[in-house]
């Protein structure tokens, strides 16, 4: 996070040491200790929540493009449904018999030849 050298260290060691004295130090390390885990564990709790709330934005723009893919192939599927029942409904209409007047039997046919 910061980029102090070991030089650097030594340097703010002495003059806390010159400061503080030495019967304070080891208290004032120690509170400066745990004051430094609670700002790591802060900014990794930051740093967490910051990828959750990028995973789950991920994840709903994933739900919706997949919706709307499903939606897509909804309406290919009803169009290839209605394109079938149109040709299926055109292959009855071809083969349907035609019943015109002169071709149709009469019912004196019917009883004279029972087939």
Same mark, same amino acid.
Request: proline share 4%.
């Given at each position: @996070?910061?980029?102090? $050298?070991? +030089?650097? =260290?030594?340097?703010?060691? /002495? ?5 503080? !004295?030495? *019967? ?29 709330? @990028?995973?789950?934005? $991920?994840? +709903?723009? =994933?739900?919706?493009?997949? /919706? ?5 192939? !909804?309406? *290919? ?39």
């Amino acid at each position: @996070m910061f980029d102090v $050298a070991f +030089s650097e =260290m030594v340097v703010i060691a /002495l003059v806390a040491l010159i400061v503080i !004295g030495p *019967e304070r130090l080891p208290q004032v390390a120690r509170t400066a200790g745990h004051l430094w885990g609670r700002v790591q564990r802060y900014v990794t709790t930051v740093k967490n929540d910051i990828s959750n709330e @990028m995973d789950i934005e $991920a994840a +709903s723009k =994933m739900k919706q493009e997949f /919706l709307q893919q499903v939606d897509e192939v !909804g309406q *290919e599927v009803k169009a290839a449904q209605l394109t079938l029942e149109q040709q299926i409904l055109q292959a009855q209409y071809r083969q349907a018999p035609s019943l015109d007047v002169a071709d149709a039997p009469s019912s004196n046919d019917v009883k004279n030849n029972p087939s």
